[in-house]
């Protein structure tokens, strides 16, 4: 005869629902912790952005996917003197800030942090929307949201951003090579485009 539990079930089935429900919570658990750990391995600890092994990971079935698409790097100009200045504290505010800007211009697409003060993004047609029929415009208007003045513990500061940039239409070539091409024409446009920070890959 089964013994019985105080609400007259037998103690064993209490036993395996409090073995069930143990093991539930032991699974939910272990997916809570694979999944922080997924983010952090695929995510800059301080911007919150796409690292670079996401970008490699995801970047080309993103492009794939897309009838038209275009790859930008952007390194920030004025970022090194205010990190000097006021100090490492306001320097990640400063990337913070500037990563917050950057992801606001998508819809969609992926916004990364490479390292130090530059960044890279993918873009597709979910980002032209709207008022964006076009990719210069687009650009542009991250160039100019990264320009706008920051309030940063008492200060207004003020950085903006070289850009480089490669398009393409169907099937793209390598995510290596397309963020090689703009990070060629970002050091174009850091050192021979005085007035609108835009450089735009020729190949």
């Known amino acids: ?9 037998p103690a064993a089935a209490d036993a395996e629902e409090s073995e069930v429900a143990r093991l539930r919570a032991q699974v939910a658990r272990l ?57 490492h504290a306001v320097g990640d505010e400063v990337l913070r800030t500037v990563g917050r800007r950057l992801s606001g211009c998508l819809v969609g697409d992926l916004a990364v942090r490479l390292s130090g003060d530059e960044f890279a ?8 929307a709207g008022a964006h029929h076009d990719w210069p415009t687009l650009v542009g208007e991250i160039s100019e949201a990264v320009a706008e003045p920051m309030d940063i513990d008492g200060n207004r500061l003020v950085v903006t951003a070289s850009i480089g940039v490669t398009t393409g239409r ?34």
């Open 121 to 128: 993004a993918i873009l597709t047609e979910s980002s032209l």
């Open 170 to 203: 169907g099937e793209p070539t390598g995510m290596t090579d397309l963020i090689r091409r703009a990070d060629l024409a970002m050091y174009h446009a850091k050192t021979h485009c005085y007035y609108s920070y835009i450089a735009w890959d020729q190949n």
């Open 1 to 9: 005869m089964d013994i019985l539990s105080r609400a007259g079930r």
């Open 31 to 87: 997916e809570s912790e694979r999944a922080a750990l997924w983010w952090a391995i695929h995510h800059d600890d301080l911007t919150g952005l796409a690292n670079r092994r996401l970008l490699d990971a995801v970047g080309p079935s993103m492009l794939r996917n897309a009838a038209r698409y275009a790859v930008l790097v952007l390194d920030l100009n004025g970022f090194k003197p205010v990190n000097d200045r006021y100090g």
